[in-house]
Nanobody, 122 residues
Framework: VQLVESGGGLVQAGGSLRLSCVAS????????IGWFRQAPGKEREGVSC???????DYADSVKGRFTISRDNAKNTMYLQMNSLKPEDTAVYYC?????????????????WGQGTQVTVSS
């Protein structure tokens, strides 16, 4: 199983980025998926998740700004990030959970990507 993220980079505050995560070795249709981030000196935190039935959840800090989605035909998940703030700066990770329902707890996830850096300048 492999998850490969892309789309990170440097953006000014107020800008947008779209992260992608391509999965191989598993079929995302049947998995809960999630996006997490970790800033220097902080614990990894849940940003957004989506259960296999399409229901979603978001951390309060990103509600209204970030959108999680998946394209099962491409076995790919996405995180659209709008109105970015300097406090969104972190390494972002995608993850897949064998359970049907997904939650924002990183301890529940079975497979992880390598991470992609997102830096938001003020």
């Amino acid at each position: 199983v492999q998850l490969v993220e892309s789309g990170g980079g440097l953006v000014q505050a107020g800008g947008s980025l779209r992260l992608s995560c391509v999965a191989s070795g598993l079929t995302l249709d049947y998995y809960g998926i999630g996006w997490f981030r970790q800033a220097p000196g902080k614990e990894r935190e849940g940003v957004s998740c989506s259960s296999a039935d399409g229901s979603t959840d978001y951390a309060d800090s990103v509600k209204g700004r970030f959108t999680i989605s998946r394209d099962n035909a491409k076995n790919t998940m996405y995180l659209q990030m709008n109105s970015l703030k300097p406090e969104d700066t972190a390494v972002y990770y995608c993850a897949a959970d064998r359970a049907y329902y997904a939650y924002l707890d990183p301890r529940l996830y079975d497979y992880w990507g390598q991470g992609t850096q997102v830096t938001v300048s003020s």
